[in-house]
């Protein structure tokens, strides 16, 4: 079994909140840095902490990849809108087919839904992930970030599912 399929999937549970807010922190400043203002990646970077994570795990399907028992990526979506939140991979497990792996278990779960689009609002750095796995682009929208005046450019996207 080659590398891209090895990545063992399961439900977030309240004690990988932790875990989770430093991978994703992490995945911002290593990934997201170079295209985006420091003012923008300091606002929002400081909004992500273990609480959120936890409150968001109640909220949304919050799914985790795991490499030798250690969470490498998380993907977390909220059915309702068929709509993938948010999609971060640790620096150290990059490029190593975590982030297909979560997309491609969030797209089965909307299908078996009934659903048949998936639709994401993509960081300016992962737009051709997304483009690459069949994704479109919908149009450009800025985000405030939660609790502060700070805005982050996206791309909205959408795939229809079949
Ligand atoms: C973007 C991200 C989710 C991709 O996950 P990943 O596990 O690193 O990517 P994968 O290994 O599954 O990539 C599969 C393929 O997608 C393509 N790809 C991956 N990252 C890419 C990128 N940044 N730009 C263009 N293509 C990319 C490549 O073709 C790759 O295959 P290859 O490595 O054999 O060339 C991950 O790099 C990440 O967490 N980035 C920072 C956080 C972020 O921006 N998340 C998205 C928020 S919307």
């Known amino acids: 079994m080659g590398e891209r399929d090895a990545w063992k999937i399961r439900t977030a549970e309240p004690d990988d909140a932790e875990e989770i807010s430093a991978l994703h922190r992490a995945s911002i400043l290593s990934a997201c840095a170079s295209w985006y203002h420091p003012v923008q990646i300091r606002a929002w970077v400081e ?12 909220d949304r399907r919050t799914r985790v990849a795991l490499d030798d028992g250690a969470i490498s990526a998380f ?6 809108e068929a709509m993938v939140n948010a999609l971060y991979v640790a ?12 997309l491609a278990d969030a797209e089965e779960a909307l299908l078996t ?5 998936v639709n994401l609002h993509a960081t300016l750095n992962a737009a051709d992930f997304y483009r690459w796995l069949g994704y479109v682009d919908v149009r450009e929208e800025s985000t405030r ?15 229809p599912l079949i």
């Open 47 to 58: 909004r992500i902490t273990p609480e959120v994570h936890r409150q968001l795990m109640a």
């Open 75 to 80: 993907c977390t979506m909220t059915m309702e």
């Open 91 to 102: 620096p150290f497990a990059m490029h190593r087919g975590a982030g297909q792996a979560l």
């Open 113 to 117: 839904a009934g659903r048949h689009e």
């Open 145 to 159: 970030i939660r609790g502060s005046s700070v805005a982050l450019p996206a791309i909205v996207m959408r795939k």
